[in-house]
């Protein structure tokens, strides 16, 4: 079921604020506007899926013509020249599918921050070159279970060995 809720985005120096006014001003943010979507997705489906998790109902959905950009971004004591509404869509039950109730992989993950690429990265050192990298630390680490599935897939396609999980690998 799709599940539809209007947004506020707010153009600022550094990218764009996205605040869900229905869901106690649930907010996210993104360096452009097409990441700023994506992020308000995630922060949309991850609120609503919590929500439906601990057996909370969620509020309906203001109209979007009830919503005031100017206000939101008054309040925040920005500038609302730059500031509109959008409805952010999405399909909780599916959505949890691909990125919440993945299984996870046994692999040993190394994240760290790059400043090079302005995120952070997550490397698995036990099927090689197998990385991934997010804007934050948790989407790095979901982005990274998908990069192993699809490894693994790979690997299956070409006859390659694939290595069981060895956990905790020790450096010297």
Known sequence: MLSAYPACFIKEDNGYSVIFPDLNNLSTCGCTLDESLSMAVDCLAGYLYWLQKDGETAPVASPIDKINPSEIAEELEVSPNEAFVNIITV????????????????YERIIYWSENDNKFIVEVPELAGCMADGYTAEQALRNAEIIISEWIEAAKEIGREIPQPKGRLMYA
Request: glycine share 0%.
């Open 91 to 106: 399909d909780v039950a599916e959505y949890a599918k691909a990125h919440l109730e993945v299984n996870m992989h046994k």
